[in-house]
């Protein structure tokens, strides 16, 4: 059964500085998602992305994020400059266009985020 | 804006019993799509089952079903002849269709432990 990839599955960075978090969709979707869960809480909506272009985004999207889909398969988002608050798991998602199930995302397995 | 409640923290079942998790959603949307997901220790998202609002009739899959009453904004998971793989976190989660923009918006999450 095709399934959605994510890397690195954990991530270790210092603040400020860049990092780039991995998905792979599943091949034949054309509406990708990044969510981020910070734990112990609700999982919360970043992004979503259709046709090249961020079709919707949450608050929590601002100007350090930034997403891409730079060949054929890979989807990336990306933080700028890392807070300690970015710290989180970051889950990828995608969905396809037609039947049967055009709105249902699947996700990833997620990158767990540590900031120190 | 979508509001999605799951009032119950933390359940627990026997072994192969019945359990029922609740969730209330706040909508004025009449087309939209209503999700459970499964969050393992793993903390991987797995969907559960899915049902669109305008179906009346309850989704089912296998041990997993849903009592959706579209008029009430509840949409509660029957989980049945629970195992002990069913032990995770499970979220609630509502999206509007694609051309509505269609994030999901998740539940606080019922923490469900079955025991053996």
């Known amino acids: 059964e095709p399934e959605v990839t994510q890397t690195p599955s954990h991530q270790v960075t210092q603040m400020g500085q860049e990092v780039i978090l991995r998905c792979v969709p599943i091949?034949?979707?054309?509406?990708f998602y990044w969510y981020r869960q910070i734990l112990g809480q609700k999982v919360e909506f970043l992004v979503s992305?259709?046709?090249?272009?961020?079709?919707?985004k949450s608050e929590i999207f601002d100007d350090q994020f930034s997403v891409e889909r730079p060949d054929g398969s890979n989807f990336t988002l990306k933080i700028r400059s890392t807070k300690l608050e970015d710290s989180a798991m970051y889950f990828c998602a995608s969905s396809e266009e037609g039947q049967p199930s055009p709105d249902t995302q699947y996700f990833g397995p997620g990158t767990r985020l540590t900031v120190l | 804006a979508q509001t999605v409640t799951q009032s119950q923290p933390e359940m627990s079942v026997q072994e192969a019993e019945t359990v029922t998790l609740s969730c209330t959603y706040d909508t004025s949307e009449n087309n939209y799509y209503l999700f459970w997901y499964k969050q393992p220790p793993s903390r991987q998202m797995i969907l559960v089952i899915r049902?669109?609002?305008?179906?009346?009739q309850n989704a089912t899959e296998n041990r997993f079903s849903v009592n959706f009453q579209k008029a009430a904004k509840s949409f509660s998971l029957k989980i049945s002849d629970s195992q002990l793989g069913d032990t995770a976190m499970y979220f609630c989660a509502f999206s509007r269709p694609k051309n509505a923009g269609n994030m999901l918006t998740f539940g606080g999450g019922t923490r469900l432990m079955v025991k053996p």
């Open positions: 049902q669109e609002a305008y179906k009346q």
């Open positions: 091949s034949n979707h054309l509406y």
């Open positions: 992305f259709y046709n090249n272009e961020i079709s919707e």
